[in-house]
């Protein structure tokens, strides 16, 4: 494996939805902003990757974590205007 950029930024995409999944296992209460926009970030990370080094399937999963994340991130925004 080379290291270049799209592996780097794959790679620390990767360490974002794991921290986020950390902290939704660890946290008391979770900041859904917080939660989602790592996951959102990772998930673009990740598909930028995909984009040098195409993997279908991840392509596809990477695709759909950051449309549930996107989802969530307007939802978490929405309740805090209300």
């Known amino acids: 494996m080379t290291f270049d950029l799209a592996n780097i930024l794959g790679l620390f995409g990767s360490a974002l939805m794991v921290i986020a999944f ?10 859904f902003k ?14 930028y990757s995909l984009t040098v080094h195409f993997n279908m399937a991840s392509m596809a999963l990477e695709i759909v974590w950051a449309a549930i994340a996107l989802f969530g991130l307007v939802q978490a925004f929405r309740k805090k205007a209300k």
Request: charged fraction near 10%; glycine fraction near 4%.
């Open 22 to 31: 950390a902290y939704s296992n660890t946290a008391k209460a979770i900041d």
């Open 34 to 47: 917080l939660f989602n926009l790592l996951n959102l970030v990772g998930a673009l990370l990740l598909l």
